[in-house]
């Protein structure tokens, strides 16, 4: 089980729904993936089309919990407003929070995501920040308040898995009692069962399942991956070596004396 | 009054927010509002006073990452 502030979880593989071809191959895929907490976000909403009301009701027949964001804020001030703005309509302290410090790359901004951070969680919200894997970045998140990290993998949607190897590995072995989920970047389910292999407590997946040629078998995959790399974890790895050590006994080897 | 909402002008009748936002067709939907960068709590909504000008974001769920 995965504890994220007060709230207990089974599933480690949280899912994005953005980017599907339509609301129904969404939904497939959300019970798929057997998640249980779905990102979610605000935009403008259209007296005419009324598009954000029909989402909101689908996701609500789906029966899981909604992280929202607040992605497109590039300063505190949007962050803040936006997370206050989620809030109210999703009835939740929940906020994935994201300031965005440079477009090309969708790279956080640190400075402004420790500030906005400091401020939601001194207002009660339950801060989830999307960060990078700096160490200290990440204290500085903890001291303000915050109690999970949202580290990414690589840039978003650019499926290039864990870009970072040895600064997340750094990362999970300073903060062992800190769940931490990666957040962005993975591409297949092999970057997400290495990243449960490593420790991470769970992976938030988006544009790797949306995008997929059949999103709902991608959504069946990553569970999979996340189920396995979180019982390989378990199980204990072996370290890995430079030489080789023969699996097959030695004692007894004909020819040998 | 013309008011700027979610980016276009529109013209109200009203100076409440709660009544602007039925005027303009948004009667009975889950939305939040902020008015002029400030976030406005739906209880707010029919004792602020809008002026000729304001900024108002009229925001819904949406699909996210």
């Known amino acids: 089980m995965l504890s994220l502030y007060s709230t207990t979880v089974r599933s480690r593989l949280m899912l994005g729904t953005a980017r599907y071809s339509s609301p129904a191959v969404l939904a497939q895929a959300v019970k798929a993936a057997r998640t249980e907490i779905v990102t979610v976000s605000l935009r403008r909403e259209s007296a005419g089309e009324r598009a954000g009301q029909a989402f909101w009701a689908l996701i609500r027949q789906l029966g899981v919990r909604v992280l929202p964001n607040t992605a497109g804020c590039h300063s505190v001030k949007e962050a803040v407003t936006t997370a206050h703005m989620a809030r109210e309509v999703f009835g939740t302290p929940w906020i994935k929070l994201e300031v965005i410090g440079e477009d090309d790359t969708l790279q956080p901004d640190v400075f402004g995501l420790v500030e906005a951070a400091r401020t939601l969680s001194a207002e009660g919200f339950e801060v989830f920040p999307y960060t990078t894997e700096d160490l200290v970045v990440a204290e500085r998140l903890l001291s303000a308040g915050c109690q999970v990290l949202m580290p990414w993998g690589a840039p978003i949607g650019s499926g290039r898995g864990l870009n970072n190897l040895f600064g997340l590995t750094a990362l999970r072995a300073h903060f062992r009692e800190v769940p931490l989920i990666i957040d962005a970047g993975l591409g297949v389910p092999s970057h997400a069962a290495r990243a449960l292999e490593l420790g991470f407590d769970a992976v938030l997946i988006n544009t790797a399942v949306a995008q997929a040629g059949d999103p709902v078998q991608m959504a069946a995959a990553f569970a999979q991956a996340v189920e396995a790399g979180f019982a390989a974890r378990q199980a204990g790895p072996i370290e890995p070596r430079d030489l080789a050590v023969p699996s097959t006994p030695l004692i007894g080897t004909a020819f040998r004396g | ?65």
């Open chain 2, 1 to 65: 009054m013309k008011i700027l909402v979610n980016g276009a002008w529109r013209e109200t009748q009203h100076a409440e927010l709660a009544r602007a936002l039925e005027e303009l067709g948004y009667g009975g939907s889950v939305v939040t509002t902020a008015l002029n960068g400030e976030f406005i709590a739906t209880t707010q909504r029919a004792r602020t006073v809008l002026t000729e000008g304001d900024r108002v974001e009229v925001l819904a769920p949406m699909q996210g990452g």
